[in-house]
Nanobody, 116 residues
Framework: QVQLVESGGGLVQPGGSLRLSCKAS????????VGWYRQAPGKQRELVVA???????NYADSAKGRFTISRDNAKNTVYLQMNSLKPEDTAVYYC??????????WGQGTQVTVSS
């Protein structure tokens, strides 16, 4: 089984930055695809960015130019660097990974609040 622990959320002013982390632990062969999602109150969960095991990324339009996904395979950790944050970025952020033999594994989420 694999467990995900997200961290790095918090309260930040508009224009500020946060770096979210998603660390995987357990028994698996390595992390393949990774996605960061977010869910704002009253809205559906949406993809922010995904990266596959070839390093190909797919950013939502809202994240392009401001957010960057990265990974440290040695630490089984994935990061989401978020810059130039806006109030509309306020949401619970979740990571989702494929880590064979486990697929579609979700973290517990971390709250990001952008407010002055």
């Amino acid at each position: 089984q694999v467990q995900l622990v997200e961290s790095g959320g918090g309260l930040v002013q508009p224009g500020g930055s946060l770096r979210l982390s998603c660390k995987a632990s357990g028994s698996f062969f390595g992390i393949e695809a990774v996605g960061w999602y977010r869910q704002a109150p009253g809205k559906q969960r949406e993809l922010v960015v995904a990266i596959n095991n070839h390093g190909r990324t797919n950013y939502a339009d809202s994240a392009k130019g401001r957010f960057t996904i990265s990974r440290d395979n040695a630490k089984n950790t994935v990061y989401l660097q978020m810059n130039s944050l806006k109030p509309e970025d306020t949401a619970v952020y979740y990571c989702n990974i494929d880590a064979p033999p486990w697929y579609d594994v979700w973290g517990q989420g971390t709250q990001v609040t952008v407010s002055s």
